[in-house]
Every structure is written in structure tokens, then in C-alpha cells.
């Protein structure tokens, strides 16, 4: 069966660190990979996707950046947080991109 | 794809039905409607989707009317678990590598 693992489960980091969320894939491969972000009391806001190694789609421009160096691992960077990068940042994985199944997301405070 | 308007909030009794309506009258024939909810601090959770046809499985119920412009998820023996916020979602077959665009959706309150 198929697992997707996001970590870490909460962080809090200072304004003008950077970052490092990483998501990987179990039981599959060449999945589609998706970031997603919600802010506090928003809904939920499509950042990235790719549809292989080394593709990545921007859907907002941002202070965030994604990349795919292994089939089955995708990576959210920062170089420089703002306080508005606060979130909860989940990573979904699909074949099809109908049927998404997210991980269990990472809850980002900068401060 | 079609755009979705679904009531911000809902309540529902505990043990009763619950009805989640979703208007989508934009939506052409090879559009497809997709249902997901999302438990608080969770990731959002498939529920179900279809085309023109009701479909059920083990989690609840969709039934699309016949012109397609609305359709409704039904829970049908709500429990405080289900309390979530519900994503109606239209998109359609040809929509390629396109990901899903998740709007507000309507966060259901199952109450005891």
C-alpha cells in the first residue's frame, strides 16, 4: 500500500531563517506531488506541483520555492522566512490528480 | 473548471443525516464532481465523486440532479467524527495535469 510521510509535525522558526519541509512517497512511483498551504482561518492554497523528477509548476509567486531531485521525494524551501509563511503546509500525493491523499501536514510559526 | 458555491457553515444532530449541498451550475458534460472533507489539523480526506449518476460508498452518498447544476453529499448517520470542513470540487476529465482547486467549503458542526 501506498504512504506518504511529511515531516517535521510543527516548527517554529524565526523571521529570516531558512527552511526545509520534506515529503516522500512509499509504494509507488512517479506519483503526481503537490504543497499545499492554509493559513490560519483561510482555506487551502495550491503552492506547487510536479508531475516528475525535476518539474515543478509554480501556482503563486512567493518567497517559497519546491524541488523533486528523487521520484518520490519533494522538497518546500525557503531561503528567507516572512512572518506571513506561517501555516499549515501539507503534501499530497495522486496518479491521477483527482484522487489526492495528503500527509498529515506541518505547522510552520515564524516569529 | 466549473466554479462551486457551497453554505459556509452547517449543523447536523448527531445520529441523523447530514445534507451538504453544493451549487455547480457552470458545469459542462465531462465535468466530474469530487467531494473531500478535512478534520481539523488533517490533511483533506477523498470522500467521493461522479459524473451524472448517484454513487454511494462506505463513507456517504452523492446525488447529482439531473441537470447537473447542483448536487448534494449525505451522510447518512452523521457522528461527532464527522465534524470537518467539506470541499465540494468540480474538474474535469480532460483538465490534464491540472491538481485540484479546493474553494472554502462548508464546515459542518455535528452536534451531540
Known amino acids: 500500500s501506498q504512504t506518504i510521510h511529511q515531516w517535521p509535525a510543527t516548527l517554529v522558526q524565526p523571521v529570516g531563517s531558512p527552511l526545509s519541509l520534506e515529503c516522500t512517497v512509499e509504494?509507488?512511483?512517479?506519483?503526481?506531488l503537490y504543497w499545499y498551504r492554509q493559513a490560519a482561518g483561510r482555506g487551502l492554497q495550491l503552492l506547487f506541483y510536479?508531475?516528475?523528477?525535476?518539474?515543478i509548476s509554480s501556482e503563486v509567486p512567493q518567497n517559497l520555492s519546491a524541488s523533486r531531485p528523487q521520484d518520490r521525494q519533494f522538497i518546500l524551501s525557503s531561503k528567507k522566512l516572512l512572518l506571513s509563511d506561517s501555516g499549515f503546509y501539507l503534501c499530497?500525493?495522486?496518479?491521477?490528480?483527482?484522487?489526492?491523499?495528503f500527509g498529515s501536514g506541518t505547522q510552520l510559526s515564524v516569529l | 473548471d466549473a466554479k462551486t458555491t457551497q453554505p459556509p457553515s452547517m449543523d447536523c444532530a448527531e445520529g441523523r443525516a447530514a445534507n451538504l449541498p453544493c451549487n455547480h451550475s457552470?458545469?459542462?458534460?465531462?465535468?466530474?464532481v469530487y467531494w473531500y472533507r478535512q478534520i481539523h489539523s488533517q490533511g483533506p480526506q477523498y470522500i467521493i465523486h461522479g459524473l451524472k449518476n448517484n454513487e454511494t460508498n462506505e463513507m456517504a452518498s452523492l446525488i447529482i440532479t439531473e441537470d447537473r447544476k447542483s448536487s448534494t453529499l449525505i451522510l447518512p448517520h452523521a457522528t461527532l467524527r464527522d465534524t470537518a470542513v467539506y470541499y465540494c470540487i468540480v474538474r474535469g476529465s480532460n483538465s490534464g495535469n491540472t491538481p485540484l482547486v479546493f474553494g472554502k467549503g462548508t464546515r459542518l458542526s455535528v452536534i451531540a
Open positions: 499530497a500525493w495522486s496518479w491521477d490528480n483527482e484522487k489526492l491523499f
Open positions: 457552470t458545469i459542462s458534460g465531462n465535468e466530474y
Open positions: 509504494g509507488t512511483s512517479n506519483p503526481n
Open positions: 510536479s508531475i516528475g523528477i525535476g518539474q
